[in-house]
Nanobody, 126 residues
Framework: VQLQASGGGLVQAGGSLRLSCAAS????????MAWFRQAPGKEREFAAA????????NYADSTKGRFTISRDNAKKMMYLQMDSLKPEDTAVYYC????????????????????WGQGTLVTVSS
């Protein structure tokens, strides 16, 4: 499994970005997927997750209402639409995938995901 995140960049506070994650898998609908982020000097944290079919989503309190996670299983892609960006959203954003797990409280924990992309940097200026 290979995951490739893209779409990061520099944006002003209040602006928007759309991140993409391309997955080299046979059947993307077999995987629960998520976005995590890691700010400079901080631990990696959960941003959003989406179930295999895309019908269930979960967000961190810090991203709820501003970020939207989605997926297109036919295109083998996952997305993170980020609106109303704040300087504290500055981080490297990683996409992650889980093959075997049952959707539940663990979706927000990094240990639940076996597959990770290389990350894309998002910088939000004030």
């Amino acid at each position: 499994v290979q995951l490739q995140a893209s779409g990061g960049g520099l944006v002003q506070a209040g602006g928007s970005l759309r991140l993409s994650c391309a997955a080299s898998v046979r059947i993307l609908s077999s995987y629960n997927m998520a976005w995590f982020r890691q700010a400079p000097g901080k631990e990696r944290e959960f941003a959003a997750a989406i179930s295999r079919s895309g019908t269930i989503t979960n967000y961190a309190d810090s991203t709820k209402g501003r970020f939207t996670i989605s997926r297109d299983n036919a295109k083998k892609m996952m997305y993170l639409q980020m609106d109303s960006l704040k300087p504290e959203d500055t981080a490297v954003y990683y996409c992650a995938a889980n093959l075997l797990g049952v959707w539940g409280t663990e979706v927000s924990y990094s240990y639940w995901y076996a597959y990770w992309g290389q990350g894309t940097l998002v910088t939000v200026s004030s």
